[in-house]
């Protein structure tokens, strides 16, 4: 080294110096610190390079290399510690911000009620609303209730659209599983006397295969008025009640020509599509409507068979799928999802 040399002559231990405490920064508050102090204005190494004014051309060069190496170092030393630093915050934030999702918590979950059982529930309650009474009857039938109180002689074609089970129980085909609530209009009728404003929900059966919109065991609420001129707007007014006060307002009824034979006239009862609430979608085959149920002017017939005379009485009968309309009301578009049990299906509601 020659004089001239000098200011630089301890750049060894000031760089190994310099890179031991840098690599000791415990954070990035220090580390900048350390960075004004080992390269900044007031720092030895930017003392130097104006040192460097006041040596031979050679010893500049040479001097001056190893005061770029010098800083070169330092900074190579500044730039690893930082991202080390930088490794180490972003873990311990990762840590903090952790989520154990397989955690159990202790938590008491509470049941609750069937989604089928609650509809049934709100159903009921529409209705009741509405100053009606609510009754119930066997799953279990006899022929005479499911069909020939009903205007359904042995033989009628439209038996044909009920595909019923029956139950090996005295003569053949004298006892079945009830294909639809309307039965129960019969034995609500032969209980009391008019005038009669009741619902009744149940079970029903038909020999079908489980499919996404057809479950063997489903829901009815059937609904049925007995008084002094009972007209069929009367009728279409109800449904519209009901419609509007179950599924909120903007959604309608309106009826279809429709055949049952313990009503005439019959219908057809659709709601407007909850779904495009009318404009037409995927839903309800672009038409704004869903099919909901079938309703009609209670049949002469029916009255006869229970003993009240219809030259007296007048009334209407209606009748609809509750899972049906569960489904329409929540998007489900698998009925079979209402009586697999999944808990991760059933909690959502
Ligand atoms: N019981 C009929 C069915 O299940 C529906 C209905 C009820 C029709 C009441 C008219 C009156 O198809």
Known sequence: MTDAAEPLAPWGDLV???????????????????????LGRGSALVA?????????????????????????DVEEALAVRR??????????????????????????????????????????????????????????????YNFEALNFPAGHPARNMYDTLYLELGPPESTLLRTHTSPVQIRVMEATTPPIYAVMPGRCYRQDTADASHLPNFHQIEGLVVDRRISFADL????????????????????????????EPSAEFD??????????????????????????????????????????????????????????RHGIDDLRELVTNDVRFLRQF
């Open 271 to 328: 709601i407007t599509c909850v779904f495009c609430r009318g404009d037409g979608c995927r839903s309800c085959g672009r038409t704004g409507w869903l099919e909901l149920g079938g309703c009609g002017m209670v049949h002469p017939n029916v009255f006869r068979a229970v003993g009240y005379d219809p030259d007296v009485w007048t009334g209407f009968a209606f009748g609809f799928g509750i899972d049906r309309m569960i489904a329409q």
């Open 48 to 72: 130097a390079r104006a040192a460097l004014a006041s040596l031979s051309a050679p010893e500049r060069r040479e001097a001056g290399r190893a005061l770029n190496q010098a800083r070169a």
């Open 236 to 263: 279409a007014g109800t449904l519209d009640a009901f419609t509007e006060a179950y599924f909120g307002t903007g959604i309608r009824s309106r009826l279809r020509p429709s055949y049952f034979p313990f009503t």
């Open 83 to 144: 991202r080390e630093l930088e490794a180490q915050e972003r873990a311990a934030r990762l840590e903090a911000e952790r989520m154990d999702l397989t955690e159990v918590r202790p938590t008491r979950r509470r049941g609750h009620l069937h989604l089928v059982t609650q509809a049934r529930d709100r159903l009921e309650d529409v209705f009741v609303g509405m100053g009606y009474q609510v009754a119930e009857g066997p799953e279990a039938e006899t022929d005479w």
């Open 16 to 38: 190994a110096d310099a890179i031991a405490r840098v690599a000791a920064a415990s954070d990035a508050t220090e580390l900048r610190r350390l960075d004004v102090e080992l």
